[in-house]
T-cell receptor, first 112, second 114 residues
């Protein structure tokens, strides 16, 4: 079974631009979550989606948004990028809300 | 306010010995706990989990212990192998809140020496 796939793996953007990251969950998984990893803050929760509905949102500004499609694939968008948005963005999927999350290898975003 | 804490940033163990990684939490609503292993440039890999109704869960060389009264959990790896060298994260969630949202600790870097 293929794992969680995130594209692209690496991304370099300039301050003020916007970016869209993509995630394909494990086949059959309906829950998708996004996390941000930085050296200073560690792994922090961004969003949680289940069957196209956002179930939970982390403590991030409104510049961070996401969505889930009917095939469970998910995207997250960051608008008006700031230098502090440089991070590893991780997507994870699960069969349901009470199952362990399985993570992709992440998208490394660098904002210059 | 850090709800999940891993107070040891690093741990070094000899191959074949036991590795014990510790984690403390503060939120009594947490009812599901997990351990993940992470190699550089990869996403976290799920290792083992435990529900708050149990105090121990075992899977091969990995055992997780939960002490609810102390709000403490630990991961035991026996015997430790050089391939176990990685960053280990504990995580917690409040599944009774109908969410899979995980709160992670800051991680402990385990080095297993041959």
């Amino acid at each position: 079974k293929a794992g969680v796939t995130q594209t692209p793996r690496y991304l370099i953007k300039t301050r003020g631009q916007q970016v869209t990251l993509s995630c394909s969950p494990i086949s059959g998984h309906r829950s998708v979550s996004w996390y941000q990893q930085t050296p200073g803050q560690g792994l922090q929760f961004l969003f949680e989606y289940f069957s196209e509905t956002q179930r939970n949102k982390g403590n991030f500004p409104g510049r961070f948004s996401g969505r889930q499609f009917s095939n469970s694939r998910s995207e997250m968008n960051v608008s008006t990028l700031e230098l502090g948005d440089s991070a590893l963005y991780l997507c994870a999927s699960a069969t349901g809300l009470t199952s362990p999350l399985h993570f992709g290898n992440g998208t490394r975003l660098t904002v210059t | 306010d850090q709800q999940v804490k891993q107070n040891s940033p690093s741990l070094s163990v000899q191959e074949g010995r036991i590795s014990i990684l510790n984690c403390d939490y503060t939120n009594s609503m947490f009812d599901y706990f997990l351990w993940y292993k992470k190699y550089p440039a990869e996403g976290p890999t799920f290792l083992i989990s435990i529900s708050s109704i149990k105090d121990k869960n075992e899977d091969g060389r990995f055992t997780v212990f939960l002490n609810k009264s102390a709000k403490h959990l630990s991961l035991h790896i026996v015997p430790s192998q050089p391939g176990d060298s990685a960053v280990y994260f504990c995580a917690a969630s409040a599944r009774s809140g109908n969410t899979g949202k995980l709160i992670f600790g800051q991680g402990t870097t385990l080095q297993v020496k041959p």
